[in-house]
């Protein structure tokens, strides 16, 4: 798959899951450096924000748009990915008084080789939102075809409120 960078075109490491499949097994780590694997995120909706760089204006619209929709959604695992340090990611959160949101870092590029959202030329993620069922399935995915464009929040969250 091809997506844009300020227009320039760049190749993902494959072809990302469609709606219908089940989303591809991954681990990404948390702020204290424990794994979080896909298996542990079944039971509940889940919607995965990836963001190329948290350190980015974009990136940080996006993790702040969806953190502040966190709370409406008490029963769905959140998790914004990117391929930045638990350390960078910890001080944006510092910086930016994020504390209750899952951000996550896809530093071993596991998520982006299993989703194929990973740019190899970068050694980032394509911005995307993907929603999980309960079992796992991709029920809702946008993959930003310009990587410096925001996601459609309201498109996101309305497929969000029909699985709740």
């Known amino acids: 798959m091809e997506i844009t960078i300020n227009g320039e075109k760049r190749q993902l490491v494959g072809n990302p899951p469609v709606v219908g499949d089940e989303f591809p097994h991954f681990k990404v780590f948390d702020k204290n450096d424990d794994k979080i694997k896909t298996r542990q995120l079944l039971g509940k909706v889940t919607l995965l924000s990836v963001v190329p ?44 008084g994020v504390k209750n949101m899952q951000l996550v870092s896809d530093k071993e590029e596991s998520f982006g080789y299993a989703s194929k959202l990973l740019i190899p030329d970068e050694g980032i993620l ?36 029909k699985l709740i």
Not at 56 to 71: E, L
């Open 53 to 96: 760089d948290i350190n980015t204006p974009v990136c940080s619209i996006q993790t702040k748009k969806f953190n502040s929709t966190m709370d409406q959604f008490p029963d769905v695992n959140f998790l914004t990915i990117s391929t930045n340090t638990i350390e960078d990611q910890q001080k944006w959160c510092a910086a930016e």
């Open 126 to 161: 394509a911005r995307s939102v993907w929603i999980l069922d309960k079992e796992g399935k991709v029920v809702y995915r946008q993959i930003v075809e310009e990587l410096t464009d925001e996601p459609d929040y309201d498109q996101a969250l309305a497929e969000l409120k």
